[in-house]
């Protein structure tokens, strides 16, 4: 079975490009806005779309993600929420991924088998979970793959090439390289070294890399784009949504278009990354 | 001491960081090749009786062990049942048992290279041990701990300084003790060469609960010892509260494959279980995932993590050590709880009855000490661990008795 995901990235390494992946809380900061800017993300350019499950205590991510998520959770978000949320996307889209991103908790107090069951039925491609190491994969790993969907693995600096082939090995769709050695929304990675890097994980796979946490601006995205099969940005993403919210704590009117035409510009990086460096 | 057997329940964790379903290596990526190595690490140094010569030459010039076990004779009286000994790790160098597990990590930390110590902190206890240790040995100390903590527990955080510590306040969430760990952990995630996490309780990935517990068990196996020379026999009961659950792992371990002696873990009540304003993970928690282990977990029906309450600081935690989770669904443990109002009452007794003034976290301890003595024969021998002083808690008391300063 070829998932989504799978199509996405032999469709985009067909055209030549990278893919541009961006990240949003679900229900952040309400569930219509939220929905809002869903729907709206694969227009604005966005080829993959990983969606956070709202979690209190994200332990790997820094203050834009910790925020998102404590509005989202405020507003009354829930993993039920979280999967209405992709089930509503999925009517108007399939064809863009999706993946959930976030901690293992929710999903284990939700039963696994629950949880898959109803992540399918919803529409979900694949799932990254943080706290879930390549030595706990029968907690939701195997059980995952079975279920049809791609589990997706973070790589990092700290990842050698002695423990690579064992975080490789029961990934699928693509790999999450985590550029810098920290929380997401941090310092931002250079780009030499990311191409080092991808080019040090192709060596023991033929997944598509893509690349995230630090990158920021249309420009950064552009150059990950040349090193990496794709850009992942998050943090940036978030902060464009909390600047939508009042000091008063309201949600601004067309908050959703105005987030949505700054990852416009982060999708023209990424789309003409290198389009630009082959002139 | 008898060996472990075949059939322990002292031979945990297994090789995956497992007591039972309990423990696990719940991290992210990056720090999973560290905690590897920790694993290793600290394998190696178990393994070298040149570090156990270490540890237990500082554990007796500057910690001052062996703490006494001391024969409450007026709680006693007043009770009127169990003979009730105190193992006074309250006497510690920094006030509590905290010190132990401190200084067993600084000096593995040191065997490993690293030169820069975290550590997350609720009241304060834990954080005062380790910028201790850390001015001891000349190690940059960084303390994470809640602002609602820090400003509950100031004389703590005014010591930490003093020892030399940077102590940096925690916004996000609560600002409590399972904020500064998410602090914590996201610092040691960015500083992964330099830094060694040196986490306080009996939680957290593998290999710290199994790490912790054994530089905390020599309170147990000095209470066997000592009780062997005054009583000659093994007790009959211990007790001691549990917040993450260190002092009371550290007591219950060296007794566990002995089925004559009934354990008690008391949890902090808050303001009453049925109120869910409590910190009792394992009376009113579910099982779930967090901080790098599967325990039970104070939780809502979305997963998410809710803050306890308690009196004590110290105990404010919505988790609990997974080799405790373990305990209490096998049965080998009884895990009972002991609410605010109940930990004034003993914190004043004992204060007036033996001119002790307890922590606020042995005052539960003490409370359902006070519960169930009285039902027991009078050579029932009893052992409580007065696990910490209560110097630290003397205006928060007050405060509840409506005492101005």
């Given amino acids: 079975m070829t998932t989504r995901l799978e199509k996405r990235f032999a469709k985009l390494k067909a055209e030549g490009r990278a893919a541009f992946v961006t990240f949003i809380t679900a229900g952040d900061p309400d569930a219509e806005t939220s929905f809002g800017v869903l729907k709206g993300l694969p227009s604005a350019g966005a080829d993959v779309i990983e969606l956070g499950m709202p979690f209190t205590d994200p332990m790997a991510d820094g203050p834009a993600i910790q925020a998102s998520s404590q509005r989202a959770l405020r507003s009354g978000a829930t993993m039920l929420k979280t999967l209405d949320l992709v089930h509503r996307f999925r009517e108007g889209d399939n064809e863009t991924p999706i993946v959930l991103m976030g901690y293992y908790n929710p999903i284990y107090h939700m039963g696994v088998e629950t949880f898959l069951t109803r992540a399918c039925e919803a529409g979900v491609d694949g799932l990254i979970v943080v706290d879930l190491p390549p030595e706990e994969d029968d907690e939701l790993c195997v059980p995952a793959l079975k279920a049809g969907l791609n589990f997706i693995r973070l790589a990092t600096p700290t990842t050698d090439d002695k423990r690579l082939p064992a975080v490789l090995a029961n990934t699928s769709g693509f790999v999450y390289y985590v550029s810098i050695t920290g929380i997401t929304g941090s310092a931002s990675p250079e780009a030499r070294n990311v191409a080092e890097s991808v080019a040090r994980i192709k060596r023991h796979t033929s997944l598509p890399v893509a690349v995230g946490f630090g990158i920021k601006t249309p420009e950064q995205a552009a150059d990950i784009a040349r090193a990496a099969d794709g850009a992942v940005v998050g943090s940036a993403i978030v902060d464009a949504i909390a600047r939508e919210i009042d000091t008063d704590g309201a949600v601004k009117s067309g908050a959703a278009e105005r987030v949505l035409t700054f990852v416009r510009s982060l999708a023209d990086g990424v789309h003409h990354a290198r389009a630009a460096a082959a002139e | 001491m008898s060996a472990a057997k075949a059939n322990s329940l002292r031979s945990g964790p297994d090789e995956r960081g497992r007591f039972g379903i309990f423990g696990g290596r719940f991290v992210a990526e990056t720090l999973m090749p560290l905690v590897l190595d920790l694993e290793k690490a600290y394998s190696d140094a178990k393994a070298d009786p040149a570090f156990q010569a270490e540890i237990d030459f500082m554990q007796r010039?500057?910690?001052?062990?062996?703490?006494?076990?001391?024969?409450?004779?007026?709680?006693?009286?007043?009770?009127?049942?169990?003979?009730?000994?105190?193992?006074?790790?309250?006497?510690?160098?920094?006030g509590s048992h905290k010190i132990n597990n401190c200084l067993g990590q600084i000096l593995l930390a040191r065997r490993m290279g690293k030169t820069r110590i975290i550590a997350e902190t609720g009241a304060g206890q834990?954080?005062?041990?380790?910028?201790?240790?850390?001015?001891?040995?000349?190690?940059?100390?960084?303390?994470?701990?809640?602002?609602?903590?820090?400003?509950?527990?100031?004389?703590?955080?005014?010591?930490?300084?003093?020892?030399?510590a940077e102590v940096i306040p925690v916004t996000s969430g609560t600002g409590t003790l399972k904020d500064a760990m998410n602090e914590a952990l996201r610092d040691w995630v960015t500083n992964v060469e330099?830094?060694?996490?040196?986490?306080?309780?009996?939680?957290?990935?593998?290999?710290?609960?199994?790490?912790?517990?054994?530089?905390?068990?020599?309170?147990?196996?000095?209470?066997?010892q000592q009780m062997m020379e005054r009583e000659g026999r093994l007790p009959d009961s211990v007790v001691a509260c549990i917040g993450g659950g260190s002092n009371a792992m550290g007591l219950f371990h060296p007794f566990l494959d002995e089925p004559s002696v009934k354990i008690y873990g008391v949890e902090a009540a808050g303001r009453g279980l049925e109120t869910g304003e409590h910190c009792a993970s394992l009376k009113g928690g579910t099982p779930g995932v967090l901080h790098g282990n599967r325990t039970y977990l104070l939780q809502d029906d979305d997963g998410q993590?809710?803050?306890?309450?308690s009196i004590s600081a110290g105990l404010d935690y919505p988790g609990i050590g997974p080799e405790h989770a373990w305990l209490h669904e096998s049965g080998r443990a009884e895990y009972v709880s002991a609410t605010d109002r109940e930990a004034l009452d003993a914190f004043q007794l004992c204060s007036r009855l033996e001119g002790i003034i307890p922590a606020l976290e042995p005052a539960h301890a003490l409370a359902f000490v006070s519960k169930i003595a009285p039902t027991l024969p009078k050579d029932h021998l009893m052992v409580m661990n007065m696990c910490g002083r209560g110097d630290k808690d003397v205006f928060a008391v007050a405060d509840h008795l409506g005492v101005t300063l």
Avoid: W
Avoid at chain 2, 201 to 222: C, K, L, N
């Fill in chain 2, 194 to 224: 330099s830094t060694y996490y040196l986490i306080g309780t009996v939680a957290g990935p593998h290999p710290y609960p199994a790490m912790v517990r054994d530089f905390q068990s020599i309170i147990g196996q000095e209470t066997r």
């Fill in chain 2, 305 to 309: 993590i809710k803050d306890g309450h």
């Fill in chain 2, 126 to 164: 834990h954080g005062v041990a380790t910028a201790t240790v850390c001015a001891r040995f000349g190690l940059p100390c960084v303390i994470y701990m809640g602002t609602t903590d820090i400003e509950r527990q100031k004389p703590n955080v005014f010591r930490m300084k003093l020892l030399g």
């Fill in chain 2, 61 to 94: 010039d500057y910690v001052g062990r062996p703490s006494p076990l001391y024969l409450a004779e007026r709680l006693t009286e007043h009770f009127d049942g169990a003979k009730i000994y105190l193992k006074r790790d309250e006497l510690n160098h920094t």
